[in-house]
């Protein structure tokens, strides 16, 4: 079988083009009260979670395996779904009828389509036919989201945001990722591109940014690019220095979390610098749509409720339009549970808001 790297895009898209209802499966748009159980995948670039639950997040069973990459996306996507099997094999008999698949990977996702675009740490997945590929292998209908809107769906359907209509999911780990839940489901945009706040200009012209423009608010809040300035300005006499010394490593964003909690002033004062940009991204964000909450992730978890959540409110309201009641602004709530519960978001999300049946 020939690699998908050398597979040319336009034959992906005119397989996927096919979906799944000429492969005998039932297309998400025509799916009613089918009974089973959800299966949730969560790619990366080392390992993939797969978990199987049901509607209200409880997993029933769960699994990790390494990802590793072959550069063959259809070899990768083999294994993974021969680690499904196994994983419903060992469930009792009426718990192993799948009733949908929802994966979560990096990288551009068209959920149309069922390809991925270019994931960064997944070499020979640009334009594989995931959702197809996977839809045959497991014998069940299959829904794609990209890592970001996986798991603001996951905090949105079982965590923080659970209850809303309204919300904005925020995560700060290498770079800055984002997911809208606006009028009770998820907001793709134009071209699925909704959800890019790591990419809203902070400062024209300012900071390059890993997308190619300057002065993102991922070139200012995003891991990486936070410590490539560490690199740059922290003191040798500081907590974070010696922190990351210990470690024998170069400076990072954990590192003056846990220095600011410990009192150092250099960390303090660049966590007050990460909390005034964050403020700045929120306060852009509240003007536009107007969210009932902000949830966020990574970075701010870690800071906590004195240094981050607190200020962060106080900036905020200070800074935006006076509401009926404030935009909240809390912590994400599923922690090391979010990759397991990715994948059965995205599954909930194609069940409760199915995309368009597709004409005859």
């Given at each position: 079988m020939r690699a998908v790297s050398a597979t040319p895009v336009a034959r992906l898209e005119r397989l996927g083009a096919l979906g799944l209802a000429n492969r005998g499966l039932t297309p998400i748009g025509h799916l009613r009260s089918l009974r089973g159980v959800r299966l949730g995948i969560d790619i990366g670039g080392t390992k993939t979670a797969l978990a199987l639950g049901d509607a209200e997040g409880r997993v029933i069973a769960h699994t990790r395996v390494p990802t590793a990459p072959s550069g063959d996306a259809l070899r990768d996507l083999a294994r993974i779904?021969?680690?499904?099997?196994?994983?419903?094999?060992?469930?009792?008999?009426?718990?192993?009828?799948?009733?949908?698949?929802?994966?979560?990977?990096?990288?551009?996702?068209?959920?149309?389509?069922?390809?991925?675009?270019?994931?960064?740490?997944?070499?020979?997945?640009?334009?594989?036919?995931?959702?197809?590929?996977?839809?045959?292998?497991?014998?069940?209908?299959?829904?794609?989201?990209?890592?970001?809107?996986?798991?603001?769906?996951?905090?949105?359907?079982?965590?923080?945001?659970?209850?809303?209509?309204?919300?904005?999911?925020?995560?700060?780990?290498?770079?800055?990722?984002?997911?809208?839940?606006?009028?009770?489901?998820?907001?793709?945009?134009?071209?699925?591109?909704?959800?890019?706040?790591?990419?809203?200009?902070?400062?024209?012209?300012?900071?390059?940014?890993?997308?190619?423009?300057?002065?993102?608010?991922?070139?200012?809040?995003?891991?990486?690019?936070?410590?490539?300035?560490?690199?740059?300005?922290?003191?040798?006499?500081?907590?974070?220095?010696?922190?990351?010394?210990?470690?024998?490593?170069?400076?990072?964003?954990?590192?003056?979390?846990?220095?600011?909690?410990?009192?150092?002033?250099?960390?303090?004062?660049?966590?007050?610098r990460f909390n005034e940009l964050l403020a700045q991204t929120l306060c852009m964000l509240a003007a536009v749509l107007s969210p009932e909450i902000f949830v966020l992730g990574t970075i701010a978890v870690a800071a906590g409720e004195r240094l981050c959540f607190a200020p962060l409110r106080e900036r905020v309201r200070a800074n935006t339009w006076a509401r009926p009641q404030p935009t909240r602004i809390v912590p994400a709530a599923l922690g090391e549970r979010l990759g397991l519960l990715a994948g059965l978001g995205v599954a909930e999300e194609a069940l409760r808001n199915p995309e368009p049946a597709p004409r005859a």
């Open positions: 779904a021969d680690a499904a099997r196994e994983l419903v094999a060992q469930q009792p008999a009426g718990e192993r009828a799948l009733e949908i698949v929802g994966v979560s990977l990096p990288g551009g996702v068209d959920p149309g389509g069922g390809f991925v675009r270019k994931p960064p740490n997944l070499p020979g997945w640009d334009g594989a036919p995931v959702r197809d590929t996977l839809a045959r292998a497991l014998g069940a209908p299959v829904a794609l989201e990209n890592d970001a809107n996986a798991a603001a769906l996951a905090e949105w359907q079982f965590g923080a945001a659970r209850g809303t209509q309204h919300a904005v999911f925020l995560t700060m780990s290498t770079g800055v990722g984002g997911g809208l839940i606006l009028g009770g489901r998820l907001h793709r945009g134009d071209a699925n591109l909704a959800g890019e706040i790591g990419h809203l200009p902070l400062v024209w012209g300012g900071e390059p940014c890993a997308c190619g423009l300057r002065g993102c608010v991922e070139a200012y809040i995003g891991g990486a690019a936070w410590s490539r300035r560490l690199a740059r300005e922290t003191p040798r006499a500081s907590l974070v220095a010696k922190l990351a010394a210990e470690e024998g490593a170069a400076p990072r964003p954990e590192h003056v979390v846990a220095a600011a909690h410990a009192g150092d002033a250099f960390a303090l004062a660049e966590l007050a």
